[in-house]
């Protein structure tokens, strides 16, 4: 069995589930743009702002929304779902730039997240979104669920909400409001490396298309 992966998605990887996004389960990522995967970072803890959130009315509420002392749904990380105020918002309402991976289940449930941000496995493994592989299982508000698909993709807008409890619940999917260095005191250190990771991320994305056109080139002169 590969490490982290439990009976429940052991058996999912054995009989095979449908791609979802023509992407099967696989030992690796699956990355859906046409350029390599970002390298693995240590930056960045933060949700997208349209990652939505329950409230106890019943009401989604978006985390670029949310305001201290929204009663939202939290988890403890084993299957026990409550719901608990909102005690802190790092980030006030923002546009800051950044590199997100979005996680896909089979169920096809999606959040966006950055990469240091920590998400609990249905192992209790508490492990960064970078370190996530395809096959992974994931806890969500309908109990364990495969790991799909992981994809890259840069937007605007950056946060998280802190509660007593140790995780919280956005796009059904459960994980962390931290990630392993962030200082939710200064969301500006975040910002900053948000900054340049993406710069990297699209260094790296023009050296790529420059090698691609090289070979062309080379390609049509070898004709």
């Not at 009976?7 to 699956?30: F, W």
């Not at 508000?141 to 409890?165: R, Y």
């Not at 919280?168 to 200082?183: R, W």
């Amino acid at each position: 069995m590969p490490p982290g992966v439990d009976d429940y998605c052991q058996n999912k990887l054995m009989v095979g589930l449908p791609p979802i996004h023509g992407k099967l389960i696989g030992g690796s990522p699956a990355v859906s743009a046409s350029a390599p995967a970002p390298a693995p970072s240590t930056n960045g803890a933060c949700f997208h702002g349209d990652g939505t959130v329950l409230l106890e009315s019943g009401v989604l509420k978006r985390l670029s929304e949310l305001g201290l002392g929204d009663v939202i749904k939290t988890s403890d990380g084993q299957g026990r779902f409550l719901f608990n105020p909102v005690l802190a918002l790092p980030h006030a309402n923002n546009s800051e730039p950044a590199a997100f991976l979005t996680l896909t289940t089979e169920t096809d449930k999606k959040v966006d997240m950055t990469s240091d941000h920590i998400i609990p496995k249905c192992d209790q493994q508490e492990v960064a979104a970078d370190e996530l592989v395809v096959g992974d299982c994931l806890i969500t508000t309908d109990g364990k669920e495969v790991l799909m698909e992981i994809s890259s993709t840069a937007k605007a807008g950056v946060f998280t909400a802190i509660t007593q409890d140790k995780f919280i619940v956005v796009n059904d999917i459960v994980a962390s409001s931290f990630s392993k260095d962030s200082d939710p005191a200064k969301p500006e250190l975040d910002y900053n490396k948000y900054r340049l990771e993406l710069e990297e991320k699209y260094e790296r994305k023009l050296s790529y298309h420059a090698s691609k056109h090289q070979k062309r080139v080379r390609r049509a002169y070898a004709n």
